[in-house]
Structure formats: structure tokens, C-alpha cells
């Protein structure tokens, strides 16, 4: 997978990802990294990411979700 979690504190998921291997011909112009709440697997909330930025840091608003399972997903854009 290209999505990895560095990190973790009980209030901090540190996440990182790699551009695609195939970006459809253009520049990169944003990512979008979508994620779960530890409660499920619905991707929920999302940040969005300026195309240089590959690695973010996701607040756990509640610390009750300390040993839950989140779940990641990238989405790329480009120019086009």
C-alpha cells in the first residue's frame, strides 16, 4: 500500500502517502485523504492536501478511540 501510518500519540494518527505511479499525464494539483472515525470503515472525514504535501497529521478528537482501527484513503487530482 502507499498509504503508511508513522506515527501515533493518544491524540495524533501521523500518515503518510506516495503520489501515483500514473498521473494521468499531468501535474498533481491536490490530494485528498480520506478516513474513518475507529468506529467503522465509512470514510467519513476528509482532509485536503496541496500536491506537495505527502504526509499529515489527523487530531482523534476523542480520546475513547485510543485501540480502534481507522481506515485511509488517497485521492489524487491533476490539471486536467
Not at 26 to 49: A, M, P, Q, V
Not at 51 to 78: M, R, W
Request: charged fraction near 20%; hydrophobic fraction near 40%; aromatic fraction near 8%.
Amino acid at each position: 500500500s502507499h498509504i503508511k501510518v508513522i506515527a501515533i500519540t493518544l491524540d495524533k494518527i501521523k500518515v503518510s502517502f506516495k503520489e501515483p505511479e500514473n498521473k494521468g499525464g499531468c501535474e498533481l494539483t491536490k490530494f485528498i485523504l480520506y478516513y474513518s472515525d475507529g468506529d467503522s470503515n465509512l470514510l467519513k472525514n476528509s482532509i485536503t492536501l496541496n500536491s506537495h504535501n505527502l504526509e499529515v497529521i489527523i487530531d482523534i478528537l476523542n480520546p475513547l478511540d485510543v485501540g480502534k482501527i481507522f481506515t485511509f484513503q488517497v485521492e489524487a487530482f491533476n490539471s486536467v
